[in-house]
């Protein structure tokens, strides 16, 4: 099995207080304690971005058998969808230790330096958030990932001097969920890039029912499959809400989740068949009673909502874009017919003025 220690501690000058998370080989009692986890453990435990996992199992298998640190890989998309799994389960795969840390906690050179003197051959280091780094970070690991070289300057102006210490070959993973926010030198220097898209209902409905087993709970086959159906296609959602239903069924019934007891707590829970919570439909809502669907600036809806605008495009919106409730035109947010037929009111037509509070 594998387990995962903090140890303090690095390069002289550096913070010693900064945690550094390591993941190492281990047998014997912790298996019980991993197997309750929700992440897969294993390529084999990962359900989902079969082709992702195919390519991984390649490389994997070609840095074994050459006995090489694997090359660097950037995982990219959005929140949830697996990209810190993944980081995790490769060093297991490799048998090598894990270091891990993530872009806005590493503000200058010297957070690094721990992390870069304590890899060891073949070992792991993963940025979580990369695209975070700042750009004196960002420049100080170019050397790291090319010649795994790190160039330290000790002094200033004339009698500065820069000392250059080799480090062993290892592995730097990247996730980020804005891959477009990456420098392109940055981003040149992964030799691998893989990303993740969302997961089919069959293949969230397969994830609820694992984990369901590891939470020591009984869900029925149709509950599971409602519970995915209502995830938003993202891993992380489904195990929220399989978490809640439990604590729904262990508090409100004799903890056994049938298909109607899992209706009733996501009802409970005010997400709908289609995986709409309540900030959701007060966005469709408004947008019908107030702009009579559209068009509509999003400043003037953060206004109406009382939620600011940022908050509504990063969180609130792509969703409904994806569903295909939501269009964005030059004149503002429009909401479609599907989303007037999901909430079950007739489109204003041209003919016909708007239809008021409708809710």
């Not at 991984?56 to 660097?72: D, Q, S, T, V, Y």
């Not at 409904?320 to 007739?346: D, E, K, N």
Request: net charge neutral; glycine share 8%.
């Amino acid at each position: 099995m594998v387990r995962e220690t903090v140890i303090q501690g690095g390069a002289a000058g550096a913070d010693s207080r900064r945690p550094i998370v390591r993941t190492s080989v281990v047998d014997g009692d912790d298996e019980a304690r991993f197997n309750a986890e929700l992440r897969p453990q294993s390529l084999v435990d990962v359900v989902g971005q079969r082709e992702v996992v195919d390519r991984l199992r390649i490389m994997l298998n070609a840095a074994k058998k050459r006995g090489e640190p694997l090359g660097h890989l950037l995982f990219d998309g959005p929140p949830g969808l697996g990209k810190t799994t993944f980081a995790t389960v490769i060093p297991k795969e490799m048998g090598v230790e894990c270091q891990m840390t993530s872009g806005p906690v590493l503000t200058a050179p010297k957070d690094l330096m721990p992390y870069l003197t304590n890899a060891g051959y073949g070992s792991v280091l993963f940025i979580d958030e990369i695209h975070r780094l700042p750009p004196a970070v960002e420049e100080f690991i170019y050397p790291v990932m090319e010649d795994f070289r790190m160039d330290i300057t000790l002094g200033e102006g004339l009698n500065a001097r820069t000392i250059n210490m080799k480090l062993k070959p290892f592995t730097v993973i990247g996730a980020t969920t804005r891959s477009g926010l990456l420098t392109a030198p940055l981003r040149d220097r992964f030799v691998n890039r893989e990303h993740l898209d969302f997961y089919t209902d069959d293949d969230l409905a397969e994830i609820v029912q694992r984990n369901a087993k590891k939470l020591r709970m009984h869900i029925d086959t149709d509950a599971a499959a409602e519970i995915a159906k209502r995830s938003r296609g993202t891993p992380r959602v489904s195990n929220n809400l399989l978490r809640w239903t439990r604590d729904f069924a262990d508090s409100e019934a004799d903890g056994r989740v049938t298909t109607d007891l899992a209706r009733i707590a996501l009802a409970k829970r005010d997400v709908d068949a289609l995986g709409l919570d309540r900030r959701d439909r007060r966005y469709i809502e408004t947008l019908i009673n107030v702009f009579a669907g559209g068009p509509a600036g999003v400043q003037s809806l953060g206004h109406s909502l009382n939620i600011p605008p940022d908050t509504l495009e990063d969180e609130v919106e792509p969703f409904l874009l994806r569903l295909g409730f939501l269009q964005r035109t030059p004149r503002g947010r429009m909401l479609t017919a599907s989303a007037f037929q999901h909430v079950g009111i007739l489109p204003p037509t041209d003919d016909r003025p708007s239809q008021g509070n409708l809710f």
